[in-house]
C-alpha cells in the first residue's frame, strides 16, 4: 500500500496530466455529490414536500443516467472521451444555471436535474475509459482515492455552511465547480495532444496509426478475434 502511493506521487510530480485527471475527477464529482444532497430541498421549495413524488423523481434521475451511459459506445465512435468531455462539463455547467436562479419554475428546475443526470450518466464510463488508457493500472486506484480528499472537503464544505447559504448560491458554486471541469478537460487534451498519445484521431474513435499505442477499439477487436478463433 505504501509502495503504491509512493509511486503514485511520484507520477502526480512528473506527469501533469494525471493531476489534471484527479482535478477533473474531484470538480465534476464534488458538483454531483452536493446535487445530489440539494436537490430534494429544492424540488420541495418549488413543488411542496407532500405533493413531491420523491420515489418518481429518483427513479427518473436513474433512467436519465441510464440513458446517459447507453450513448457513451455511440460518442466514443463520434470523438474520443478526452474530447467530447469537455462538451459534456460545459453542459452540465448550464444546466446548473437553472436552479441557481430564483425565479426559475420548478418544472425548469426539474429539467435541469435531468439533464444533468443524462450527463452524469456519459461521464461514469467516459471516466472508465480515460482511465483504462492513461493511467497505469498498478497505481490507478491509490492515484484516484488521492482526489477523493479535495473531493469530499469541498462537499463538507459547502454543505456544512447551508444554514448560512441559499440554495441559489450552492447551486452557483456547482456551475462555476463544472465550469472548471471544462476547463481542466480542454488542458488535460491539450497536454495529451502535445505527448501525441490522444485517442482523437482522423478516423472518429479511433487513436493515430503512428502513435504505437494501441486504441480500446483495437483492444476490443483483439478480444473479439481472439472469442472466435477458440
Not at 489534471?20 to 454531483?32: C, P, T
Not at 446535487?35 to 429518483?58: C, N, R, Y
Not at 441510464?66 to 466514443?76: E, P
Not at 482522423?202 to 472466435?228: A, I, M, N, Y
Amino acid at each position: 500500500c505504501c509502495v503504491g502511493l509512493v509511486v503514485a506521487m511520484q507520477l502526480l510530480k512528473n506527469e501533469p496530466k494525471f493531476v489534471v485527471l484527479g482535478m477533473i475527477q474531484s470538480l465534476f464529482e464534488s458538483s454531483m455529490y452536493i446535487m445530489i444532497f440539494m436537490w430534494t430541498p429544492k424540488l420541495e421549495q418549488q413543488f411542496g414536500a407532500d405533493s413531491l413524488p420523491h420515489g418518481l423523481v429518483f427513479g427518473c434521475f436513474m433512467a436519465c443516467t441510464m440513458i446517459g451511459s447507453c450513448c457513451v459506445g455511440y460518442l466514443t465512435h463520434v470523438d474520443a472521451p478526452e474530447s467530447y468531455l469537455r462538451l459534456v462539463f460545459a453542459a452540465s455547467a448550464v444546466s446548473m444555471i437553472i436552479p441557481s436562479f430564483r425565479a426559475s419554475s420548478g418544472f425548469n428546475v426539474l429539467w435541469s436535474f435531468f439533464a444533468f443526470e443524462f450527463f452524469c450518466g456519459v461521464f461514469w464510463p467516459s471516466k472508465g475509459i480515460l482511465k483504462s488508457y492513461y493511467v497505469p493500472e498498478e497505481v490507478r486506484a491509490t492515484m484516484y482515492n488521492t482526489f477523493r480528499v479535495p473531493l469530499n472537503a469541498v462537499v463538507c464544505i459547502v454543505l456544512s455552511n447551508l444554514e448560512n447559504t441559499s440554495d441559489e448560491v450552492v447551486f452557483s458554486i456547482v456551475c462555476f465547480l463544472l465550469c472548471g471541469a471544462a476547463v481542466m478537460q480542454h488542458i488535460f487534451l491539450e497536454i495529451v495532444r502535445s505527448e501525441g498519445n490522444e485517442m482523437a484521431s482522423p478516423t472518429p474513435g479511433r487513436l493515430k496509426s503512428d502513435s504505437g499505442v494501441p486504441s480500446f477499439h483495437d483492444k476490443g477487436d483483439k478480444k473479439q478475434v481472439e472469442l472466435q478463433s477458440l
